[in-house]
């Protein structure tokens, strides 16, 4: 690629250095021309209308690319399942999810793209529950021409990859509900848990099919689960999660199903934990900051349950950078930093 001083008439298939200015006194001032246009035959006559006898042009190389096209190429190397790719302005190419799910991203593969000369590529964080239609990452190459070498290295990456962004649709559970707590059990003091996940389950397109509240008895507490299991997608069991005498929520869900973590580093969330029954049905233990804060862990391995994840205990593990909630008054989640690590 090389600039140079052309004659309009020789000046087709050529890429303008800078913007053309079109001035109708009067009337109005402004872009006839962006940078980085290529010229066309058809734009001859109004380049001389223009005043213009010669234009600064880019030469473009055999293996030069227009940042048009790279950006179309990236958009297409970026776009996996249920999202697709805006036309390109200024080279840089948006994408769009086309569904209501769970942003996913190949992190690994986004940083390769961006050490690629003259490659940009950004999305919004790794797991973001995006809606329809919502922007979730944007690509575009910095020059007005890329070499082509440089999009056979991020084709290559993506076909190692696999996918870098992608959406995954939420999936209509049904979930059921077990609520342990003597104190509730018997009436003596009113649930909190019910509404508060009813909502969350609900907010992604899950429906509670089954409830059930039951006393702080270990076999009781197991002969639910296996109901609930029996009839539902996914098994929520709130309360007497902590290590008090009378907490033997977590020995219940151990003697039903393998426990992939207990204990997380969230907070607020701590003593969570994740469990999956031989058939793969999730067994979602939530201690007792679950009905009373705003956002705890669950909000962050809820959404990619309710996708269609299987949660792994590394996961979780990898939820303790950004795991710490500001507590900020009013709650900003999501547009926080919680789960953003």
């Not at 969230?266 to 939530?286: E, H, Q, R, S």
């Amino acid at each position: 690629m090389k600039s140079k001083k052309v004659k309009v008439e020789d000046a087709v298939g050529t890429i303008l250095c800078h913007d053309i200015t079109e001035i109708v006194p009067g009337e109005k001032k402004g872009r006839a021309f962006k940078k980085g246009h290529k010229v066309t035959a058809e734009d001859i006559d109004k380049l001389r209308r223009l005043g213009k006898n010669h234009l600064q042009v880019i030469d473009m190389d055999k293996d030069d690319v227009h940042e048009d096209e790279a950006g179309i190429f990236l958009g297409k190397i970026l776009a996996g399942r249920n999202v697709e790719a805006s036309e390109p302005s200024e080279s840089r190419v948006n994408l769009f999810s086309t569904v209501n799910g769970l942003l996913k991203v190949n992190v690994d593969a986004l940083i390769a793209l961006n050490t690629l000369d003259d490659v940009v590529a950004s999305t919004l964080p790794n797991y973001t529950i995006v809606g329809k239609g919502e922007m979730i990452a944007g690509t575009k190459v910095t020059p007005l021409t890329v070499k082509g070498n440089i999009l056979k290295e991020a084709d290559k990456i993506r076909r190692e990859a696999g996918e870098i962004v992608s959406v995954l649709p939420f999936k209509p559970l049904k979930a059921g509900l077990v609520i342990t707590g003597t104190e509730v059990y018997k009436g003596l003091i009113k649930d909190a848990f019910r509404p508060v996940l009813t909502e969350k389950i609900e907010r992604l397109g899950g429906t509670v099919t089954f409830v059930s509240f039951v006393p702080d008895d270990e076999e009781v507490i197991k002969s639910k689960i296996l109901e609930a299991a029996a009839e539902c997608d996914v098994v929520l069991v709130s309360g007497g999660m902590a290590v008090d005498a009378d907490d033997v929520t977590p020995k219940a869900i151990a003697s039903v199903s393998e426990v992939i973590k207990y204990g997380s580093p969230v907070l607020p969330g701590a003593m969570f934990l994740m469990a999956y029954m031989k058939d793969d049905t999730p067994v979602i233990g939530i201690p007792a900051c679950g009905m009373y804060a705003k956002v705890t862990i669950l909000d962050l391995v809820y959404p990619r349950v309710a996708a269609g994840e299987k949660i792994r205990k590394e996961d979780i593990i990898r939820l303790a950078n950004g795991g710490l909630c500001r507590r900020c008054e009013p709650c900003h989640y999501p547009n926080c930093s919680f789960g953003r690590g």
